[in-house]
């Protein structure tokens, strides 16, 4: 059974950093295609980033120039590291693999 958690949330100020981190166990992530998406309150889940293969990545547009998605396979974890974050990138984060979700990290940003 593939389960993830997602880890790596808080509380940070506009324009600070955070780096959540998705880790599985029973399946490797290493080249699995890793998906990040988020919901904020009342709204819908959006996707955010995917990376495929080894290194292929996509980001939404919300997303690009500030965030970077990437995977350490000697750890076997998917990261989002997140820059200049605003006040609307507060969301629930959640990494997906297939059809598995983990239960999410907050952001919160807010100063």
């Known amino acids: 059974q593939v389960q993830l958690v997602e880890s790596g949330g808080g509380l940070v100020q506009p324009g600070g950093s955070l780096r959540l981190s998705c880790a599985a166990s029973?399946?490797?992530?290493?080249?699995?295609?890793v998906r990040w998406y988020r919901q904020a309150p009342g709204k819908e889940r959006e996707w955010v980033a995917t990376i495929a293969n080894i290194r292929t990545t996509y980001y939404a547009d919300s997303a690009k120039g500030r965030f970077t998605i990437s995977r350490d396979n000697v750890q076997d974890i998917v990261y989002l590291q997140m820059t200049n974050l605003k006040i609307e990138d507060t969301a629930l984060y959640s990494c997906?693999?297939?059809?598995?979700w983990g239960k999410g990290t907050l952001v919160t940003v807010s100063s």
């Open positions: 029973g399946f490797t992530l290493s080249s699995a295609t």
């Open positions: 997906n693999f297939a059809n598995n």
